[in-house]
C-alpha cells in the first residue's frame, strides 16, 4: 500500500495540529457507529448460502428445480468451484456429455493451479484467503474421475471410463506421494475399489488385480480411521482377481485370513451387476468471526490472549460506551468451522420385480473423510488467520503514524476484508452404499430405497438397467436426506 498518495490527500489540506479519530471526538455514540460500520462492510455469503436455493431443492428431491437455480448462476470461467458444482448438477440431470465437458474443465484449471506458483498468495496476509483461487481438496478433485467414468458408463462408452479410472489410480499415486509420513484419511480404499471394478468388467485382469490390492490394503487404514470395514465383496473380488494373474503370495494372505474366501471368489465371479447408493451431503463450513474494540493503551501484543483482554477491563468491559473512553482500533479475526450435517439414511436396499430383495453396505463415509481433511488442516489455517492478523496490524501503525484519520480508514479496509474461507465442494454426497449381485441378461428395472433409523422409508428411486453377457453394469441412485 502506497501511503504516501493518501497521505498526500489528507495533508494536503489544513490538518489540525492535534488530529484525533472519529471515535475520540464524537464519544461513545461515534465509537459504536464505527463499530456497526465494520460488523455491515464485513458480511459476507458463504458458499452454502450461495447455493442455498439449489440444496433446498435437492432436498426435497426435485432435481430439475435445483438444475434450474443453478443455471441462474453466472459462469465463472477460471473458478475451479463452479466447474465442480456444474459438473455434478448436469450428472444429476442426466446430461453426460455438458457434465464431462464441466469436469474437464474443473480438472484442467485444478492442475493449472497445481503446477502454477500463485502470485497472489502475499496478498492474502493482508486480505483473505479468498484472494485465491480455490485450489480444492484432494478428496474433492479425486470424485472428478468417478462422475466422469459413471458418465461415460450412461454414454455407452466403457473405453472411456477406463481413461478414468487410469486417471482416478495416477492422481492417487501423485497424493498418496505428497502426504507420506503425515497423518490423513484418504478416501482412495473406495476410489480403487471403483477403478478394480471398472479394470475388471473390461477383462483388464493385472490393473484390476492392482487397485484391489490396494483398496484392500487402504480399507485397512480406512476402518482403523472410522470404524468401517471394507464391502464384503472387496476380498473375494481381490482373491479372483490375484488368482487369475496367478500371483500367490497373495492367494497365501487372503486363505490365512479366511478360509473360505477362495469358494466365495468363485460364486462371486458371476456378480455382474454393482448399484451404488449416494445419500446425504458433506459437510459445509461457515465463518467465525471475532471482533475486539481496543482502547487506547492496548495494542495487538498486550490483547494476545483472550483472558488478558478480560483482565484489562474485567466489570468495564462496555468501557467504549464511556465518553471518557477513546477507541483507538478494531481487531478482528475471520475463519472457518464445519458444519456437519446429521445422516438421515441409515441402510439401503435394492429390489427387482421378482420380489428379491438385496442389502447395501458402507462403501466410504465422504463426510466423515471431509471432517477429517479439515481437522488436519485446520491448525494452517489458525496459523494464517493470526499472521494475516498481525500483517494488518502492521499496516495499521504504519498508517496511523502518517495521518490519524488514515489510520483508521486502514483499519476499517482492515475489517472488512477481514474474511473466512468458507469454499468447499458441498454437493457431494456424505455417504456412499454399495453391492453386487448377479442378474440375468436384459434390461432389469431396479428399485433403490433408502431407510432411516427408525425403518422409516425416506426415499425410493426407479431405473431401467441393461445387463449383457460378459460384462459389468454400473449404475448409481441419490437420495438427498
Known amino acids: 500500500m502506497r501511503f504516501s498518495t493518501v497521505r498526500g490527500r489528507v495533508s494536503g489540506r489544513h490538518r489540525p495540529a492535534h488530529s484525533s479519530h472519529p471515535c475520540g471526538t464524537c464519544g461513545p455514540v461515534g465509537a459504536l457507529a464505527v463499530l456497526l460500520l465494520f460488523a455491515a462492510l464485513s458480511g459476507c455469503a458463504s458458499h452454502n448460502q450461495e447455493l442455498v436455493d439449489v440444496r433446498t431443492s435437492l432436498a426435497a428431491g426435485d432435481v430439475p428445480a435445483a438444475v434450474a437455480a443453478f443455471e441462474k448462476r453466472k459462469e465463472k470461467e477460471s473458478d475451479l468451484l463452479y466447474w465442480l458444482d456444474r459438473g455434478y448438477m448436469m450428472h444429476l440431470a442426466g446430461r453426460w456429455n455438458e457434465s464431462n465437458e464441466a469436469f474437464e474443465k474443473a480438472e484442467k484449471r485444478a492442475e493449472d493451479l497445481y503446477t502454477k506458483s500463485l502470485s497472489r498468495a502475499a496478498a492474502s496476509l493482508v486480505t483473505s484467503d479468498l484472494s485465491l483461487p480455490y485450489r480444492g481438496a484432494a478428496h474433492e478433485l479425486q470424485f472428478i474421475q468417478y462422475y466422469r467414468a459413471l458418465n461415460y458408463l450412461a454414454l455407452g462408452t466403457p473405453d472411456d471410463a477406463l481413461v478414468e ?54 480399507y485397512g487404514e480406512y476402518e482403523a480411521a472410522f470404524g468401517e470395514g471394507a464391502p464384503p465383496w472387496l476380498m473375494s473380488d481381490y482373491y479372483a482377481a ?75 468491559i462496555y468501557a467504549y460506551e464511556k465518553s471518557n473512553v477513546k477507541l483507538d482500533h478494531v481487531l478482528s479475526f475471520a475463519f472457518p468451522r ?31 473423510v471431509a471432517a477429517a481433511d ?97 460384462s459389468t453394469s454400473v449404475t448409481t441412485f441419490r437420495c438427498f436426506k
Not at 281 to 309: C, H, W
Not at 350 to 367: D, K, M, R, T, Y
Request: charged share 25%; proline share 4%; net charge negative.
Open 338 to 368: 464445519l458444519v456437519e450435517i446429521p445422516a438421515q439414511v441409515v441402510t439401503c436396499e435394492l429390489a427387482l420385480p421378482s420380489g428379491e430383495v438385496f442389502q447395501a453396505e458402507p462403501a466410504i463415509h465422504l463426510a466423515a
Open 242 to 316: 490375484a488368482e487369475h494373474v496367478g500371483r500367490q503370495t497373495d492367494l497365501e494372505e487372503l486363505r490365512a485370513l479366511d478360509s473360505t474366501v477362495a469358494a466365495r471368489a468363485g460364486e462371486g465371479n458371476t456378480h455382474n451387476t454393482v448399484v451404488y447408493f449416494e445419500c446425504g451431503f458433506v459437510p459445509y463450513r461457515e465463518s467465525v468471526r471475532i471482533t475486539l474494540p481496543i482502547f487506547d493503551g492496548n495494542t495487538l501484543d498486550q490483547m494476545a490472549t483472550a483472558e488478558k483482554y478480560v483482565n484489562a477491563y474485567g466489570d468495564d
Open 165 to 218: 479410472a487410469r486417471k482416478a489410480n495416477e492422481y492417487l499415486s501423485r497424493y498418496a506421494e505428497e502426504t507420506q509420513g503425515q497423518e490423513h484419511f484418504r478416501q482412495d480404499a473406495f476410489l480403487q475399489y471403483f477403478t478394480g471394478i471398472l479394470y475388471e468388467s473390461r477383462g483388464e485382469a493385472n490393473d484390476a488385480a492392482i487397485s484391489l490390492r490396494d483398496a484392500w490394503a487402504r
Open 374 to 470: 479439515f481437522r488436519r488442516r485446520m491448525p494452517e489455517i489458525l496459523l494464517k488467520t493470526v499472521a494475516r492478523a498481525l500483517a494488518k496490524e502492521a499496516l495499521r501503525k504504519a498508517a496511523k503514524k502518517e495521518d490519524e484519520t488514515f489510520g483508521w480508514i486502514v483499519n476499517t479496509i482492515n475489517v472488512a476484508t477481514e474474511q473466512a474461507d468458507t469454499r468447499s465442494w458441498i454437493l457431494l454426497p456424505g455417504r456412499i452404499y454399495m453391492l453386487k449381485t448377479e442378474l440375468p441378461p436384459g434390461a432389469h428395472e431396479l428399485t433403490a430405497r433408502f431407510y432411516g433409523g427408525e425403518g422409516e422409508l425416506l426415499g425410493e428411486a426407479r431405473k431401467t438397467v441393461q445387463v449383457t453377457t460378459g
